[in-house]
């Protein structure tokens, strides 16, 4: 999507700090990390929000949770523990529409959340 600005990460049109690539995915640190380790995880294909996900693109959804553990491991948060998240749509607080999750560690969480 020409408008999407996850999208123009993917096409390098904007920077980003790219932790991850391959051909389906992309992994980032967050702009505006809330923790010492915070890094965005997306599909490349433009899928709005979780709720919007369907059929094949679930497979994705594997593809990035994979992708996720392998980063955890390489940053050394893996048997501290860490938390992942998704904000879907208005009420999941998300602002930038195009699938994304949360991979944040190096301290740790409360709950609930707010
Ligand atoms: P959400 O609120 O779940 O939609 O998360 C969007 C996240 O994207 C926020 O944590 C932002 O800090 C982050 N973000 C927005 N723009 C950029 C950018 N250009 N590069 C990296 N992270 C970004
Ligand atoms: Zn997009």
């Given at each position: 999507m020409s408008d999407c600005i996850f999208c123009k990460i993917v096409n390098k049109e904007i920077p980003a700090q790219i932790i991850y690539e391959d051909e389906s995915v992309l992994a980032f640190n967050d702009i505006?990390?809330?923790?010492p380790i915070h890094v965005l995880v997306i599909p490349k294909k433009h899928i709005s929000d979780m709720a919007s996900v369907h059929g094949e693109d679930f497979l994705l959804i594997t593809t990035l949770f994979k992708t996720m553990q392998k980063i955890a491991q390489e940053k050394g948060i893996e048997d501290e523990g860490y938390r992942i998240v998704n904000n879907c749509r208005d009420n999941g607080g998300q602002t930038v529409g195009h699938l994304h999750f949360h991979l944040i560690g190096g301290r740790e969480m409360r709950w609930p959340p707010g």
């Open positions: 505006q990390p809330q923790a």
